[in-house]
């Protein structure tokens, strides 16, 4: 079974709409940390927004939000104002295991990404 | 800071011969890692590194092999390539900080013929 889905192989949004992308993941670890990256079409990976499992507040970072529903296990990643700078890839990735522990290989699993494009 | 930087940035094998790409981080990371990018197939983890001097297999590991001689550097090779290793390469390092996010490289486009 994959560890992330992302169900949105594409996505359109008008220029300063809201958009979300979803993400769903699978893990039996009750500690875990969720990851969001964009990918523009120039190819870097840049890192958005992180969501740990027993953070009790939605991570935001600016213009992203994260919508965190533990029992649903889905980390929507929300874009609001859309630009069209914000046309790029955006994978979900998650890391299994607790931060901070220094005992794990804080690897990550990557979903397959939705492409996203801000029409004008 | 450079931060992640991968060598080379583009490089065309023929089948059979062999390469090594080289990832170096100047932020002091213990952690480092080597994915590769297919078309919709996302990031997939070949090797990993939680310090100098060790390695592990990822999630794909058949056909390359990893070396951490010195904390800054993570060097991937293919010792004969296939066309099926036709990818874009990212190599990647983290810390124990309170995200663990993963700082990534540019990336290496590689064809093999």
């Known amino acids: 079974a994959q560890k992330i889905t992302q169900t949105q192989p594409g996505m359109f949004v008008q220029e300063k709409e809201a958009v979300t992308l979803d993400c769903t993941y699978d893990t039996s670890d009750p500690s875990y940390g969720l990851f969001w990256y964009k990918q523009p079409s120039s190819g870097e990976m840049i890192f958005l927004i992180y969501?740990?499992?027993?953070?009790?507040q939605n991570a935001t970072e600016g213009r992203y939000s994260l919508n965190f529903q533990k029992a649903r296990k889905s980390a929507n990643l929300v874009i609001s104002a859309s630009q069209l700078g914000d046309s790029a890839m955006y994978f979900c990735a998650m890391r299994e295991g607790p931060g901070y522990s220094g005992a794990g290989s804080y690897q990550l699993t990557f979903g397959k990404g939705t492409k996203l494009s801000v029409i004008p | 800071n450079a931060g992640v930087t991968q060598t080379p940035k583009f490089r065309v094998l023929k089948t059979g011969q062999s390469m090594t790409l080289l990832c170096a981080q100047d932020?002091?990371?213990?952690?480092m890692y080597w994915y590769r990018q297919d078309p919709g197939m996302g990031l997939r983890l070949i090797h990993y590194?939680?310090?100098?001097?060790?390695?592990a297999k990822g999630e794909v590991p058949d056909g390359y092999n990893v070396s951490r001689l010195k904390k800054q550097n993570f060097l991937l090779g293919l010792e004969s390539a296939a066309p099926s290793q036709t990818s874009v390469y990212f190599c990647?390092?983290?810390?124990?900080?309170?995200?663990?996010?993963?700082?990534f490289g540019p990336g290496t486009r590689l064809t093999v013929l």
């Open positions: 969501q740990g499992s027993y953070d009790q």
């Open positions: 590194s939680v310090g100098e001097g060790t390695t």
């Open positions: 932020m002091n990371h213990e952690y």
């Open positions: 990647a390092s983290t810390w124990l900080g309170p995200y663990n996010e993963q700082f």
